[in-house]
């Protein structure tokens, strides 16, 4: 059985680190070194100091007991702020902080789950394939974890990122590709008062791009949206440079890349109607992610659903995660609901059913 005392403890222990994002070294020891006693190989890869963080992912490989393709599970080790003091505390059938910070369960309660999973199978001598562990760092700020993870260390292609905030049983099929935007727009300063004429006003470029710019929700599986803009300087000064940072996500990419020209259109024809000129700069974060019909690890996790007693049920996110990066770099990704609700605010909780339940699911498909 799961040991709810246990993977309470554990989960406790983990929340009460400190982790900020790119600043989970402490985490990262006190896990390194619960592995490394049980006698699993344990090693940090280099995206830490390729990302300016204070220590790297840690990938742990747990030799095969039994038959079956090797799996991996993922949880992040970093949280959002603020989060520095989380005191956990027990209130009725749910886990929350004091309120002054998050709990953390995000994504902590990912890795207790996985490690007491892991326990139960020990505990019951079950056997179970190559299992690997991937605790990422720097998921919420950027994913520069599975960014940079080093995949010769990771030679299972099935991966469960443990990190939705469904309820168990939720699966995530579907999320969407993210792409940063940058607008610059350029005009040209003049006196307001004595030669407006020789003037052309950024702001107004900026002005008539965006009120042509098609924005929010495009279609049910496409967002987009202006985020900052800032410049010019004083009244009578004809402003000169106008910049807007933006971005948009799509479900497909085909559809994300669409709403790109269309952003850009908007800057050009503004250009022409104006005049002065723009730059028009993007970055796609990560790729969609769509997890296939005909997945066997999808098949995997909904028959482990079944075996368990929880309906299985497919849905996609609105969000990105360390499962889009790691889905772009080749790897069958799924990510399961835990449970974890009002996740980035200080009203965080998760249900201790939850913890449990999710720690039980992960042990099903963990098996061999
Ligand atoms: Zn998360």
């Given at each position: 059985m799961i040991n709810k005392e246990r993977i309470l403890n554990l989960f406790f222990e983990l929340v009460r680190i400190d982790s900020p994002s790119l600043q989970e070294k402490e985490v990262a020891v006190c896990l390194h070194k619960k592995m490394e006693e049980r006698g699993y190989t344990v090693t940090e890869d280099k995206a830490g100091e390729l990302s300016g963080g204070n220590t790297g992912n840690l990938i742990v490989h747990v030799p095969a007991t039994g038959e079956g393709t090797p799996i991996a599970f993922s949880a992040h080790m970093d949280c959002v702020?603020?989060?520095?003091?989380v005191e956990p505390i027990v209130e009725g059938d749910l886990v929350r902080s004091?309120?002054?910070?998050?709990?953390?369960?995000?994504?902590k309660a990912g890795i207790a789950m996985a490690i007491e999973a892991l326990n139960h199978l020990e505990d019951e001598s079950i056997p179970h394939p190559d299992v690997y562990f991937v605790f990422s760092i720097c998921e919420e700020s950027g994913m520069h974890g599975a960014k940079n993870?080093?995949?010769?260390?990771?030679?299972?292609?099935d991966i469960i990122i443990l990190?939705?905030?469904?309820?168990?049983?939720s699966i995530v099929v579907a999320a969407p590709a993210k792409a940063g935007i940058m607008m610059n727009f350029i005009g040209k300063s003049a006196h307001?008062?004595?030669?407006?004429?020789?003037g052309v006003s950024a702001i107004q470029i900026a002005a008539e791009a965006v009120s042509k710019m098609n924005l929010l929700?495009?279609?049910?599986s496409t967002t987009a949206n202006l985020g900052h803009i800032e410049g010019g300087s004083v009244t009578n000064i004809v402003a000169d440079s106008v910049s807007l940072t933006a971005e948009a996500r799509s479900l497909h990419d085909e559809v994300l890349n669409k709403q790109l020209e269309h952003m850009e259109s908007c800057c050009a024809d503004a250009v022409k109607k104006i005049g002065g000129s723009y730059k028009f700069e993007y970055e796609i974060s990560y790729p969609a992610l769509h997890v296939p019909e005909d997945s066997t690890v999808l098949a995997k996790v909904e028959q482990a659903c079944i075996n368990i007693g929880l309906d299985p049920e497919r849905g996609p996110t609105g969000g990105g995660s360390d499962a889009n990066v790691l889905y772009g770099k080749g790897y069958n990704a799924v990510t399961l609901g835990i449970?974890?609700?009002?996740?980035?605010?200080?009203d965080e909780f998760i249900k201790m059913e939850s913890l449990t339940r999710g720690a039980e699911l992960v042990a099903e498909i963990m098996k061999s």
């Open positions: 702020h603020p989060c520095h003091g004091k309120g002054d910070t998050v709990l953390g369960g995000d994504d993870i080093d995949t010769s260390l990771l030679p299972a292609k990190d939705s905030g469904g309820k168990v049983g307001a008062g004595i030669a407006p004429e020789e929700r495009i279609d049910e449970g974890m609700s009002k996740v980035h605010t200080t």
